[in-house]
């Protein structure tokens, strides 16, 4: 097997601050884009969850790639995303996004990748912060370095217990080209049906962001009465691609309280298969 250079020297480096101008019609059209029915989403008055990701998408990747061998990047997959929420972000605010590589760690099968992500105002408030995992698929750096993103991983003894929730949910035929706009991914094994059978998989395959997306508003409904201003955390890890036309099933549990709030777990499912695992949401209040 070829032996692939990973760049420690990238790890630990903040990219160069991009701005991001915030709009009423980005955060609704994200909102529309993800079947979200909380009217304040769909009006543009406040963001919903996962467009956090928005303004900080084009910082992603760029530490990455300071830190993997470039032979790496057609076989990365999104493994895991952990948001960490201060405050929502509302229309006409302008965000300075940037991003960094913290560790990684060489498997059998791969290497993950641990990215942090970073969202603030002009003067310097903290919206957010967000940990990517990526996983190489087929490439062993054989080592592990630096930090990994923070645990969320789902407490089986719960599922002794009745879930507090299960909601039910359809992803349209035309989501992933509703959802490519908004989103600013165009990725096309979200929009090419040949192209994404020749990478080996079934067809056209959602966003894995689109079904969090879905994920965060079944929590947000059930739990936070709507209110997004109330999600202190909300995290993922992606088990299994989602198909257009599929129907989700999203199960949450109580896992515990404390002093402000309350953590949730949960997982979503398609078919009878698990596509979102090891789901978490902090809910204050």
């Not at 020297?9 to 955060?27: A, C, K, N, Q």
């Not at 966003?207 to 409904?221: I, K, R």
Request: charged share 20%; hydrophobic share 40%; with cysteine.
């Amino acid at each position: 097997m070829p032996e692939y250079e990973f760049d420690d020297s990238g790890l630990d480096t903040w990219t160069d601050d991009e701005l991001f101008d915030v709009t009423r019609e980005r955060m609704a059209e994200y909102a529309a884009a993800t079947n979200d029915p909380i009217a304040a989403h769909r009006s543009g008055a406040i963001a919903s969850p996962v467009f956090n990701i928005v303004p900080v998408f084009d910082a992603m990747m760029t530490p990455a790639l300071d830190v993997l061998p470039i032979e790496a990047i057609p076989r990365i997959v999104h493994g895991e995303h952990d948001f960490h929420f201060h405050r929502p972000v509302r229309p006409g605010e302008q965000v300075l996004a940037r991003a960094k590589a913290i560790g990684y760690a060489g498997q059998d099968n791969g290497t993950s990748c641990t990215l942090v992500l970073e969202a603030r105002t002009l003067d310097g408030e903290l919206l957010n912060e967000q940990y990517v995992t990526c996983f190489v698929r087929g490439i062993n750096a054989g080592k592990t370095i630096g930090a990994a993103a923070p645990g969320h991983k789902f407490d089986e003894a719960l599922r002794d217990a009745e879930p507090v929730a299960v909601v039910c949910q359809h992803v349209d035929q035309d989501q992933t080209f509703r959802y490519t706009g908004p989103s600013g991914d165009p990725n096309p094994i979200h929009l090419d049906e040949e192209l994404a059978q020749e990478l080996g998989l079934p067809g056209i395959i959602v966003h894995g962001l689109c079904t969090m997306a879905f994920a965060s508003w079944a929590v947000l409904t059930e739990v936070a009465a709507s209110d997004v201003a109330r999600l202190r955390r909300f995290a993922v890890r992606f088990a299994k691609p989602v198909l257009p036309g599929q129907d989700l099933v999203t199960t949450i549990w109580r896992r515990e309280s404390g002093t402000g709030a309350t953590t949730y777990q949960f997982e979503t499912t398609a078919n009878g298969e698990v596509v979102i695992k090891d789901g978490l949401a902090v809910v204050a209040g």
